[in-house]
């Protein structure tokens, strides 16, 4: 229930209402289960994540949860299309149609609710994220997957795509606010950085949510470096090989070339 105080009108709202809310949100688990864990239950709506450090986890990450989207909620999915963002060059179809098969998905409709952008300079980024929102409305997407989030700004300081990072960033953040979305984006550590994000203060200072990731060989720490109701923490997994999915027909059945040997 609200209430309005003052000439003002200044709202509040009994704790309880704001308790519902945080139950009706829904959840996106991802493929790791230390990544999992460490935010408590999984990628919550509403929030903007930022994922850096060894980049064949990171990549790994934003695949498989292009895949996890689409399952049914109660398989900790969100029957969602997915809207990827590659600017590094990191989607793989291949990938996708395997991740496909291990969860029962089909490939083909798994690939037709994935939209693809790729950004080659960084004021062209900035053009696709002022033009995300219509795209969410049309494709009804609640997922918005970033490779390589300050890779188009690397190099010298320059004050307009200092700007434009910040306004990126910034818009990235309002846009799961606004639309109860999930927003994750990946980058690199900074660099002579063990520990920081490549972007430096607009990066670490704007998502909800960071998270540095670090593998040693098949250790894979994740560490929880911010998180608007979660405390810093780290929890270690190590891989596990998997094993091809048992009955999996060959890959160039659904694709339009046969897959090279």
């Known amino acids: 229930m609200k209430e309005c105080v003052g000439s003002k009108k200044i709202s509040f709202i009994e704790a309880i209402y704001k308790h519902q809310e945080q139950l009706q949100k829904r959840i996106l688990l991802s493929d790791f289960t230390g ?20 980049s064949h986890i990171t990549n790994s990450i934003l695949l498989s949860m292009a895949v996890a989207a689409q399952l049914p909620i109660d398989k900790g999915g969100l029957e969602s299309s997915v809207v990827f963002i590659d600017n590094d060059n990191i989607f793989n179809p291949y990938s996708l149609i395997r991740l496909a098969l291990s969860v029962n998905l089909n490939s083909t409709s798994v690939l037709s609710r994935i939209f693809v952008a790729r950004a ?124 091809r999915p048992p009955h999996t027909v060959p890959l160039d059945r659904f694709l339009k070339k046969p897959v090279e040997q």
């Open 120 to 243: 080659f300079i960084w004021n062209h980024l900035g053009e696709i994220v002022d033009n995300l929102e219509g795209l969410l409305e049309k494709k009804r997407a609640r997922v918005v997957l970033i490779s390589g989030l300050t890779t188009l700004f690397e190099g010298e300081f320059e004050r307009k795509k200092h700007q434009m990072l910040m306004k990126i960033a910034n818009k990235l953040r309002n846009i799961a606010i606004d639309n109860e979305i999930i927003v994750v984006a990946s980058a690199q550590l900074a660099q002579g950085s063990s520990h920081k994000p490549a972007g430096g203060k607009i990066i670490s200072h704007t998502p909800h949510v960071l998270v540095c990731v670090l593998q040693q060989g098949e250790r894979i720490s994740f560490n929880l470096v911010k998180h608007p109701s979660r405390s810093a923490q780290q929890i270690v997994q190590f891989l596990t090989r998997r094993s």
């Open 35 to 54: 990544l999992n864990q460490i935010m408590g239950k999984g990628f919550e709506s509403g929030l903007f994540y930022l994922i850096y450090g060894s």
